[in-house]
C-alpha cells in the first residue's frame, strides 16, 4: 500500500481544489504506470504548510519571497 505525502505552501499560494484533484491522480497513475501498484490501495496525503512555518537558508518563505520580489 504506497503512501505519498505532498508537502507545499499554503495561504496565498496554495493549490486550487481542481490542481489537488490533478497532483492525487497523477501521482496514483505514476505509481500504477511505474511500480504495477494497485490505485484502489494508493494513499495520497497533501499537506498545505503555512509560508511562515516553512525555512530554506535560515529565512521563512515569506522572507525569501519579499526578497526576491526587490
Same mark, same amino acid.
Given at each position: 500500500? /504506497?503512501?505519498?505525502?505532498?508537502? +507545499? &505552501?499554503?495561504?496565498?499560494?496554495? /493549490? &486550487?481544489?481542481?490542481? !489537488? !484533484?490533478?497532483?492525487?491522480?497523477?501521482?496514483?497513475?505514476?505509481?500504477?504506470? +511505474?511500480?504495477?501498484?494497485? /490505485?484502489? &490501495?494508493?494513499?495520497?496525503?497533501?499537506?498545505? +504548510?503555512?509560508?511562515?512555518?516553512?525555512? +530554506?537558508?535560515?529565512?521563512?518563505? &515569506?522572507? @525569501? @519571497?519579499?526578497?526576491?520580489?526587490?
Amino acid at each position: 500500500m /504506497p503512501f505519498v505525502n505532498v508537502k +507545499v &505552501t499554503g495561504g496565498n499560494e496554495a /493549490p &486550487t481544489i481542481e490542481q !489537488k !484533484k490533478q497532483i492525487i491522480d497523477g501521482i496514483t497513475q505514476l505509481l500504477v504506470t +511505474v511500480l504495477n501498484k494497485n /490505485p484502489a &490501495t494508493t494513499m495520497v496525503i497533501i499537506d498545505e +504548510v503555512e509560508m511562515d512555518n516553512w525555512g +530554506v537558508a535560515g529565512k521563512t518563505t &515569506t522572507e @525569501r @519571497r519579499l526578497e526576491a520580489k526587490k
